[in-house]
């Protein structure tokens, strides 16, 4: 019960940081900021949030994570309504409710995306101007996991994927930069944050890297296995859209065990970084065993 209290205090924290950090829904122009907030309070884990947040109370820090926290939950969310659009994923469902794209319209979808992502380097540029240094590692390092050669350039290897090649490899370039790079920067952020030594920095990227394969092989699993109202979403999209998956290159058994290995290694790592890491140990398990 603890954990469950604790990753709903975190969620809760975020939620009102969001009300906090982000423009009113009445703000000119009304339709786009509406659109804005609807996807951000749509629901969801808010799990990269929750990782930077949980990173940064490993060690005693005076500085606020909760303007990085809403930062990465904004480029996040911005990633999601554009996959949704038909030119994409073509999804009518996202955490239960319809896609931006269906509550409002394409248009309103694409600009709302848009305004999400450049939002997150204003929260940051702005709210850590007082360290400069902080700022600017945060923009870097974000950045580069939003960009070409990590999420976009994932997003870009899925969407064209073909059925020739090495599908092992690419799969794993998939996975690694559409999901995990930015779960490794959720943590290295909240490490930065607190001013957490580079050797522990390097460790977290490890942690990342692990947990984040985890839980895209969990998540190709369940758009399998769960139910649609479990997901949020269309069930079986993966299969409509043609989409590579674990499961459609290794089957859901040798998935699962993928899945598994990767845990059991983002959990060795967290060992190895310290700190009140109870929490984050627990949180590791209990994505392995999700329903959705």
Same mark, same amino acid.
């Given at each position: 019960?603890?954990?469950? !209290?604790?990753? #709903?205090?975190?969620?809760?924290?975020?939620?009102?940081?969001?009300?906090?950090?982000?423009?009113?829904?009445?703000?000119?122009? *009304?339709?786009?900021?509406?659109?804005?907030?609807?996807?951000? #309070?749509?629901?969801?884990?808010?799990?990269?949030?929750?990782?930077?947040?949980?990173?940064?109370?490993?060690?005693?820090?005076?500085?606020?994570?909760?303007? *990085?926290?809403?930062?990465?939950?904004?480029?996040? %969310?911005?990633?999601?309504?554009?996959?949704?659009?038909?030119?994409?994923?073509? !999804?009518?469902?996202?955490?239960?409710?319809? %896609?931006?794209?269906?509550?409002?319209?394409? %248009?309103?979808?694409?600009?709302?995306?848009?305004?999400?992502?450049?939002?997150?380097?204003?929260?940051?540029?702005?709210?850590?101007?007082? %360290?400069?240094?902080?700022?600017?590692?945060?923009?870097?390092?974000?950045?580069?996991?939003?960009?070409?050669?990590?999420?976009?350039?994932?997003? $870009?290897?899925?969407?064209? *994927? !073909?059925?020739?090649?090495?599908?092992?490899?690419? =799969?794993?370039?998939? @996975?690694?930069? #559409?999901?995990?790079?930015?779960?490794?920067?959720?943590?290295?952020?909240?490490?930065?944050?607190?001013?957490?030594?580079?050797?522990?920095?390097?460790?977290?990227?490890? =942690?990342?890297? @692990? =947990?984040?394969?985890?839980?895209?092989?969990?998540?190709?699993?369940?758009?399998?296995?769960?139910?649609?109202?479990?997901?949020?979403? $269309?069930?079986?999209?993966?299969?409509?859209?043609?989409?590579?998956?674990?499961?459609?290159?290794?089957?859901?058994?040798?998935?699962?065990?993928? *899945?598994?290995? @990767? $845990?059991?290694?983002?959990?060795?790592?967290?060992?190895?970084?310290?700190?009140?890491?109870?929490?984050?140990?627990?949180?590791?398990?209990?994505?392995?065993?999700?329903?959705?």
């Amino acid at each position: 019960m603890e954990f469950k !209290s604790t990753l #709903k205090d975190l969620q809760n924290k975020i939620n009102q940081a969001i009300d906090q950090y982000l423009p009113s829904p009445n703000t000119r122009p *009304a339709r786009l900021h509406e659109a804005m907030i609807y996807s951000l #309070k749509a629901g969801g884990k808010r799990l990269r949030p929750i990782l930077l947040l949980t990173a940064h109370s490993l060690y005693k820090s005076d500085t606020d994570p909760l303007p *990085a926290a809403v930062a990465i939950e904004s480029l996040h %969310t911005y990633s999601l309504i554009h996959d949704d659009l038909p030119c994409m994923d073509n !999804s009518d469902l996202r955490r239960g409710l319809p %896609t931006c794209h269906k509550k409002f319209d394409q %248009t309103t979808a694409l600009l709302a995306g848009d305004a999400l992502l450049t939002y997150a380097f204003f929260l940051i540029s702005n709210y850590y101007k007082d %360290t400069p240094k902080i700022a600017n590692e945060l923009t870097r390092i974000l950045s580069l996991a939003a960009g070409s050669t990590k999420l976009i350039g994932g997003q $870009t290897e899925d969407f064209f *994927a !073909s059925s020739g090649g090495d599908k092992e490899d690419l =799969l794993n370039f998939i @996975h690694q930069n #559409k999901t995990a790079a930015l779960i490794v920067t959720s943590l290295t952020m909240g490490l930065i944050l607190n001013g957490a030594p580079k050797e522990k920095i390097d460790i977290a990227k490890k =942690l990342g890297f @692990h =947990l984040g394969m985890a839980f895209q092989i969990i998540d190709d699993i369940l758009d399998l296995t769960a139910t649609e109202e479990d997901l949020g979403k $269309t069930q079986a999209l993966d299969i409509k859209n043609d989409t590579l998956t674990f499961p459609t290159v290794y089957g859901i058994e040798t998935s699962t065990e993928k *899945a598994h290995e @990767h $845990t059991q290694k983002a959990i060795d790592f967290c060992k190895q970084l310290g700190g009140t890491n109870d929490f984050l140990l627990e949180l590791i398990l209990q994505l392995e065993h999700r329903i959705a």
